[in-house]
């Protein structure tokens, strides 16, 4: 499938849904949620890379909620694809490097060639903390969605909030170390081999933690499905 027909699903999708930015929003959930427009930026879409599945895997990243705002699958593809000229924040500078790594490409190439979507589809409108666990919840059913629209060959959790609804099983061959980490997510009947990665964004108790897997451990998580037979199947 070409990248204009994901989108094409993918836009047609939030339309029926109501996940559009700012003042069409209206996501079922809205009044559950308690979500406005003074407080809230809702109605993010993802990213999809402008040569996303082009001569590689797709690659997915399952983030958590977006601050700063929302924007449609164009502008967010035009605001990702750009990220590198400008002041790299922690979150960006850990998907750098999971995704480069793994594709083997530059970051400004690889951002080309992967695609984002947030677990939350609304954040707060004037703060990057995230929502509450609630609103996770709320939104699972639109992130399973998204992954079976967008047909991942590999897919990076980051953050606990990200596995909300996702049931995972245990890949055979994985070193007894790398086994917390590589998994299969079953979602609809279909298997996604997947990594549960450190939220590039931990702090405080979790900073040493969390310089240790985005140095080290993803290079070698990256390295090992690479060298295996396991996109294969």
Known sequence: MSKEKFVAE????????GIIPYGEFSCKNQEKCGIT???????????????????????LVVALDCGGGAQTIAARTETIEDVVNHPINLHMK???????????????????????????KCSWKDSTNQLHYSFYQNCSALKLKEIEVLKPDIIFFQ???????????EVEG??????????????NGQQYLS????????????????????????VE??????????LGK
């Open 10 to 17: 993918l836009a047609a999708f939030y339309e029926s849904n």
């Open 37 to 59: 427009l003074e407080k809230h930026a809702p109605g993010m879409q993802c990213h999809v890379g402008s040569h996303y599945g082009e001569n590689c895997p797709k690659v």
């Open 94 to 120: 850990g998907t750098l490097q999971t995704i480069s790594t793994f594709l083997g490409m530059n970051a400004a190439d690889s951002l080309k060639h992967y695609a984002m979507t947030n677990a939350c």
């Open 159 to 169: 953050g606990k909030n990200a596995l909300i609804d996702v049931a995972f099983s």
């Open 174 to 187: 994985v070193p007894t170390h790398l086994m917390p980490y590589i998994k299969y997510a079953n979602i």
């Open 195 to 218: 990594v549960l990665c450190i939220h590039p964004s931990a702090r405080f108790a979790h900073t040493q933690k969390r310089i240790e897997f985005y140095d080290r451990v993803i």
């Open 221 to 230: 998580i990256n390295n090992f499905i690479k060298n295996s037979e396991l």
